[in-house]
């Protein structure tokens, strides 16, 4: 890019930050929550625009480019919400509150792996996860805002079919909560185990195509 590209864009991001600075305030007027969401989701898409985080590419990466940054990336990311995660639960635990999050712990069932091969195969052929479609649609990319519009339909018919998903699988299943079967800390520690692992057969995997290479 250069300085003369630069500087034309400076005006249109001066006034963007100034519509994100109007918006927040008209915002916060109405709920303190609102505006948090505002600036949060802002925040957001800053982060995975500039770092073009996508869970797709992810899992897609290692088996297309042989990389394995964006799945060490994702893996780091799984472990420090594990801990927050554990923490913020574990805490209402021991204060006899309710645990954030309980009631939505759904079972897996054969609708888990129905819809984990469905959403694999759209994410797929779409080029990206739901983050990375609402990214490169924020970024004008055809393709990306054409899969956001299925996208929501899909998530629409999916709401409305729901109730018959849960009654022939989902309610039949029995949830599992990790700390029930092997405590706070050996549930903490099995995942975090996990999650090295798979951060050590990234590595490897990546450290051995590059090699062969």
């Not at 897996?108 to 469905?118: E, H, N, P, Q």
């Not at 990319?141 to 299925?150: A, P």
């Not at 090295?196 to 990234?202: E, P, R």
Request: with cysteine; aromatic share 14%; charged share 10%.
């Amino acid at each position: 890019m250069n300085s003369n590209n630069l500087k034309n864009q400076i005006p249109i991001g001066l006034l963007v930050i100034a519509l994100i600075i109007a918006i927040d305030i008209f915002l916060q007027s109405i709920s303190d929550i609102h505006s948090f969401f505002w600036l949060t989701g802002i925040a957001f898409g800053f982060i995975l625009q500039r770092s073009k985080f996508c869970f797709a590419a992810a899992i897609r990466d290692p088996y297309l480019i042989n990389g394995t940054s964006l799945t060490k990336a994702m893996l780091i990311a799984f472990a420090i919400t594990t801990i927050g995660f554990t923490a913020i639960k574990y805490g209402a635990y021991i204060n006899n509150h309710a645990i954030p999050g309980q009631g939505s712990i759904a079972p897996i069932s054969f609708a888990t792996i129905v819809g984990g091969v469905l959403f694999g195969i759209g994410m797929v052929l779409a080029g990206g996860c739901a983050s990375g479609v609402l990214m490169r649609a924020g970024e004008g990319f055809q393709m990306q805002i054409l899969t956001l519009i299925f996208f929501i339909i899909g998530s629409l018919w999916g709401a409305h079919d729901y109730g018959w998903w849960d009654k022939a699988f989902i309610s039949k299943a029995k949830a599992i909560f990790l700390p029930d079967v092997l405590g706070w800390s050996g549930a903490l520690l099995v995942q975090l185990l996990f999650i090295a692992l798979l951060y050590i057969l990234a590595d490897k995997w990546e450290s051995k195509n590059n090699h062969d290479y």
